[in-house]
């Protein structure tokens, strides 16, 4: 089993939807948690960053994190055309033992976003 | 310019034939990261440097592969004898300092090996 499991999708929404994506993981050391959209032949872009849980909310875009229950989530009000695009939720562990900040990734989501 | 940028974006190799990757990061970041990336697949972790010095390559897959930084600033990826399992994109990243800081990624090499 994976440490970070993501539903691959696809999903397709029309114009406006608000749209869910979510991740859940397994390692308790994870605590910097993001969000990357990857277009089609290039890098991954950092969208949204969270430290430990809460909520942070940007423009459209709002990343929840429980670690509670090791969900993490982004939301996306109001999507667009231009939101079509994978998504990758990624995590990190704590300063400290030999993480030294590499990310784990979930799957990726694919989002289509029609007019 | 501004951003991570890596060379050949495009890299075609026969089976058994020896590749080499380039990543030029961000000036002055500190850490610089490797990911290999399989369709339909998120990036997963190869190999981490903190300056000239590989701190971790738990991620690479054999021995085959091989990576470098000599000046802590570009590195290179080589894959020896490739092998089709080898076919991925390959990804670097860079941030200023280590745990917590922004990973800014580069655009990829897509290598196919036939």
């Known amino acids: 089993q994976k440490e970070v499991e993501q539903d691959p999708g696809p999903l397709s929404v029309p114009e406006g939807a608000i749209v869910s994506l979510n991740c859940t993981y397994s390692n308790s050391a994870f605590q910097y948690f993001m969000w990357y959209r990857q277009y089609s032949r290039k890098g991954p872009e950092l969208l949204m960053y969270t430290y430990s849980s809460g909520n942070k909310e940007d423009g459209r875009f709002t990343a929840q994190v429980d670690k509670s229950s090791k969900y993490i989530s982004l939301f996306i009000r109001d999507s667009q055309p231009s939101d079509s695009a994978t998504y990758l939720c990624?995590?990190?562990?704590?300063?400290?033992?030999?993480?030294?900040?590499?990310?784990?990734f979930g799957q990726g989501t694919i989002l289509t976003v029609h007019p | 310019g501004a951003g991570v940028s890596q060379s050949p974006r495009y890299k075609v190799a026969k089976r058994g034939q020896d590749v080499a990757l380039r990543c030029d990061p961000i000036?002055?970041?500190?850490?610089l990261f490797w990911y290999q990336q399989a369709l339909g697949q998120g990036p997963e972790f190869l190999t981490y440097f903190q300056n000239e010095a590989q701190l971790d390559k738990s991620g690479l897959p054999s021995d085959r592969f091989f990576a470098e930084r000599p000046e802590g600033s570009v590195s290179t990826l080589k894959i020896q004898r490739t092998q089709q399992e080898d076919s991925a994109v390959y990804l670097c990243a860079s941030s200023l300092r280590l745990v917590g800081d922004t990973q800014y990624f580069g655009p990829g090499t897509r290598l196919t090996v036939l």
């Open positions: 000036s002055g970041h500190v850490s």
């Open positions: 990624a995590m990190s562990a704590n300063a400290g033992g030999t993480s030294y900040g590499k990310l784990t």
